[in-house]
């Protein structure tokens, strides 16, 4: 209820008794014990739900949605707002106006104290009464708020410099026309402040040229922006000057390589799903970590550029990126169903468990060729049905966290180069896959009814034209691959952004482009083509549907680059 809600945001009880009226003075001494049990309860309630919410997760008893606190508790109110709240719910630094934007202030909430501290609580305590979009838009706050920040400082830099420049002559050593004296000075002026990265990279070594180039970047170098420029299998450079589109395709090329069960880097569980391997350094060679290190970078990159990548991460390993907690035997079904269900064998067996004749010992992973003993002299230690409950925890262990412990461990240290890790423990793991993947990570369709109408028109084009409601109707009809490799031609991304077509920047637009060529009968020859920098699809006016369609995805499937376009 209500009284509920509003615990989970303050340290308070008396508030939480009557949020209206006033409350027994907080300063008697006899009070100071019910506010330590009472901070305590509430801590140990956020486990509880979470707990609550995991079950729920797997056997579905209520609507994830039922979990939210009521709108009146917690209301982000405008987006100005929302960007000050999440800077204060996650770094802890106070808001300017946090407690003076409409609909967001304390006395809305009937609290007493600042929201910032409210909403801090609530991320900390249990997030997930906030409903899943409106900690998006806090995720990309804080993004904002981190950039707003490095653009400050690398001014401020400027400014010093200049003004160093005006005083100090050469004959001191000084070189005006250097702003910067040192590059530890010019990494401190931010990512913002200096120019972007240009990467060269070619088709067909993605993974090899982006190491290359991109893993000598430190953490500031990681934040700026960056311009790729793609050479083809051939080594001839790609048209197309890189305005965003062709860094999203980088990125999303770049991870379907890297990520590749084939590479040695990641294997797949039986869904199909994505984890660290444990014997990268058999598969890979002795630099397998720093691989790993780079790859945390760049899906720290995605999520801080808000680039959506089709990678479907196994629950554990995303367990993992949040940090929350240790993986335990609960988690080996998204490693290894077959493996949790042999356990669980064991742990029901109502016999002896000698019979089974299973010694302390267990593969890393999961293959035959790499036991190792649990414990001392583990090969000599039977599975009994006293100590076989211990068995069972460590192979989960051994699987979920010793043979993974240095891949993850790299893997996070760099995703950390980029996205602070507390920034992602406002969500669960199934939220992180959607931040990471997109909202139709679950096999889902592109919603075509949200894109056309967040979508703008040019060159004479409108919602009403015929040609427009011809490509609208094409849409309708593919499948959800077809419409996928659609998307991804026009905006270098095949997923909706998590906030939906109206979080698209710039607006998807569709402009007519030239007829071009014509056969005989009139029909035009042309393709259609792209600036995905600017998310424009540029489209012929087509007459006929089933032409309009072929050519649509003849060019969204060609698979020729940028070239064709």
Known sequence: DEDFDLAWCSDDPFAVASANEASPSSASPHNASVYALYRQLILWLGRVMGMLR????????????????????????????????????VTGVSPSTSTSSPGTTATALGLREPLAKKVRRLLRRAPFLLPFLDRVRIFRGLVSRDREEARRRGMQMQMDAANRARFQPRALGFDPAMWMEDEEEEERAGPIFQ?????????????????????????TGWKRQMRIAFKNEHGVAEAGIDGGGLFKDFIGELTKDAFAPGRG???????????????????????????????????????????????????????????????DLDDLPSLDGAMYKSLKFLQRYSGDARDLSLTFTASRSGAEGDEVQLIPDGANVAVTSENKLRYIHLVAHLRLNVALKDQSAAFLRGMSDVVDPMWLRMFDERELQVLIAGADADGGSVDVSDWRRHTTYGGGYSDGHDV??????????????????????????????????????????????????????????????????????????????????????????????????
């Open 468 to 565: 427009v409601k011809l490509f609208w109707r094409v849409m309708d009809g593919m499948s959800a691959d077809e419409r996928k490799a659609v998307l991804k031609f026009a905006t270098a991304c095949s997923r909706a952004p998590v906030l939906g077509f109206g979080a698209l920047e710039p607006k998807f637009c569709i402009h007519r482009s030239m007829d071009g060529g014509s056969t005989g009968t009139g029909e035009i020859t042309r393709l259609p083509s792209a600036s995905t920098c600017m998310n424009l699809l540029k489209l012929p006016p087509y007459r006929d549907e089933g032409v309009l369609r072929d050519k649509l995805l003849y060019a969204a499937q060609s698979g020729a680059g940028f070239d064709l376009s």
């Open 54 to 89: 995991r079950v729920n997760d797997q056997r579905a008893f209520v609507d994830r949605g039922d979990f939210y606190a009521q709108p009146h508790v917690i209301n982000l109110g405008d987006s100005r707002a929302a960007l000050d709240l999440a800077a204060a719910a």
């Open 195 to 219: 120019a972007p990265s240009h990467v060269h990279v070619q088709r067909g070594q993605l993974l090899e040229d982006g190491f290359r180039e991109l893993n000598k970047l430190t953490s």
């Open 265 to 327: 880097l990641f294997c797949e569980t039986d869904n199909h799903e994505l984890y660290p391997n444990p014997k990268s350094a058999v598969d890979v060679g002795a630099d397998h970590l720093a691989y790993f290190s780079f790859l945390g970078r760049v899906i720290g990159k995605a999520l801080y550029e808000e680039v959506l990548v089709d990678l479907p991460f196994a629950s554990f390993f995303l367990t993992k990126i949040l940090g929350r907690r240790a993986n």
